[in-house]
DNA sequence: GGAATTCGATACACACTGTAGCGTAATGGC
DNA sequence: GCCATTACGCTACAGTGTGTATCGAATTCC
């Protein structure tokens, strides 16, 4: 069922997404779904998780702006593909459903959130990066700027994501390492 | 009718949004409402419109830092308050909806990313920015970083949209003006 | 004062939702 | 191997919203 909903949400996008169209293409009664999931938006970042989750690359490489820099090529590049569709159809449904909302923050959104906080963090210690980064800030901006085009429906790619990171570490780069 | 729609999306939020609703809340038959637009995006685009236009400062006070500062600050003021609730609706019908998403697009994201490149570029060309300021990334971070924050329900205000300026700028300024 | 337009009201076919009831097949413990 | 539990398919149902068609009444324009 879930790679059904993954399916249709990839395919025909959220306008397609009815618990009946999931039913019939899973070859499953509709009754089962609602048996295991309450609504819509469960269903909908639960086929999500699934099919992001593995995504992601979390390097260390001894420097922080490298690391941020292929941590946001390896979220644009997953997010430029058909899960960036199931995303933004998440993040669509959520704003209709409170429980849709924290579920996807608390499974994705939070976790990627302290993971890059803790990246920036440990780039502030080495020195690296300025001592007085607002590390928060360069967070909504980073993730935000990928789901500003994600939802517009602009392309995502690895080489916009370099060029993005490189502007945002303009900013976030210690006086002595600046360029 | 606009005002039903508007009024509608601020109290129940997309979830309640329906022809209906609106048809009732107005007290004008449905039908009428389908004679004047032809989807439930057009309509909610529509009374965003209405709501929102007039609520944005273009500031001119020389120091382009300044001015991008006091831009985002009343973006913030803006989509943190109720018109926030009904941009971030039509965003989500947009994922559902290209009509949508295109009339969102030409009606307010371009124009204002337009206006916002502009008065980069305003400050490239007078030295206080870097020449070699990569203005459409920093517009991505800049506006996404509203659009996630608005679409995670997350607070909305002039001191955070401050604070997000001044990480942005750190990274913009022209190496002689630099802190 | 007559014509054109716009509206309200009703009706209809359709799709999806969410719940309930019932019979059936599979599963797992003892 | 038997029996209870569990999950499933199927059907039915009431409710809500969609989108279209039709028609008479009200309003506006000239």
Redesign the pocket.
Known sequence: MLDAAYAILVGVGLA??????VATRS??????I???W???GSLAIESFLEGFRPQLTYADSGSSADDFRTLLQSLARALGGPAGQVAASVVAQAQSDDETRRAFRDAFSEPLRRSTAALLRAGVDSGELRSDLDVPRVIDAAVGALYFRLLTGQSLDRAWAAHLADTLLRGCLAPSVRR
């Open positions: 397609g997404f009815s618990i009946e169209a070859g499953v009664a509709r009754t089962t609602y048996r295991w309450p609504s819509k």
